[in-house]
């Protein structure tokens, strides 16, 4: 079993749409979480940091629930531009070591 | 412009050769990571550096050897070069370990 584990898609959606991925994660001294967005054949960028509260930044929410163990994304109007692959991040860093790890990350495709 | 520069962006190496991956960071950030980007699964970690003068191997580092002698700098070396090495390698950097990171742009590397 991965670590961190993403349905990798694709997610087909039109113009407009609301998408959610989710993302759960096994290490349970996980501390801190983030959403990546990679473009074809580009470095990952930054979309969000994941707070336990949960936050948003535009048309993006994400939220963390510990218990559960599962960290998701919803894009909300979504746009041509938002086509990418998201890559959800685990990342632990404790007496055990340091520990980061990514999802394979989910393909979205948005249509006109 | 700021940020994480890697070089080469491509390079063709023969079974058994050598080569050094460079990167730079003028963020001043402390901790800087090696990452290789294979299809299917997610970026996987090759070494880190907490900070100067410190390395520590992540989930992958067999095959692998890593310098950082200077803050801005951490050099990614394939001592002799498999066929399991080609990948896509991303070198990045954050203000702390396990915090968000800053990609470059990526090294496309096949061994041949």
């Known amino acids: 079993r991965k670590e961190v584990e993403q349905d990798p898609g694709p997610f087909n959606v039109p113009e407009g749409a609301t998408v959610a991925f989710n993302c759960t994660y096994s290490?349970?001294?996980?501390?801190?979480f983030f959403w990546y967005r990679q473009d074809c054949r580009k470095e990952p960028k930054l979309l969000m940091s994941v707070y336990s509260s949960g936050n948003e930044d535009g048309r993006f929410t994400a939220q963390l629930n510990r218990a559960s163990q599962y960290i998701s994304l919803l894009i909300r109007d979504s746009k041509l531009s938002d086509s990418a692959t998201y890559l959800c991040v685990a990342s632990a860093n404790n007496t055990g070591g340091f520990k980061t790890i990514f999802g394979a990350g989910t393909r979205l495709f948005v249509k006109a | 412009n700021a940020g994480v520069t890697q070089t080469p962006k491509f390079q063709v190496l023969k079974t058994g050769q050598s080569m050094t991956l460079q990167c730079a960071q003028d963020?001043?950030?402390?901790?800087m990571y090696w990452y290789r980007q294979d299809p299917g699964m997610g970026l996987r970690l090759i070494y880190y550096?907490?900070?100067?003068?410190?390395?520590d191997k992540g989930e992958v580092p067999d095959g692998y050897n890593v310098s950082r002698l200077k803050k801005q700098n951490f050099l990614l070396g394939l001592e002799s070069a498999a066929p399991s090495q080609t990948s896509v390698y991303f070198c990045?950097?954050?203000?702390?370990?396990?915090?968000?990171?800053?990609f470059g742009s990526g090294t496309q590397l096949s061994v041949l």
């Open positions: 290490n349970s001294a996980s501390q801190s």
């Open positions: 990045a950097s954050s203000y702390r370990v396990g915090e968000k990171l800053l």
């Open positions: 550096s907490a900070s100067e003068g410190t390395t």
């Open positions: 963020m001043n950030h402390n901790s």
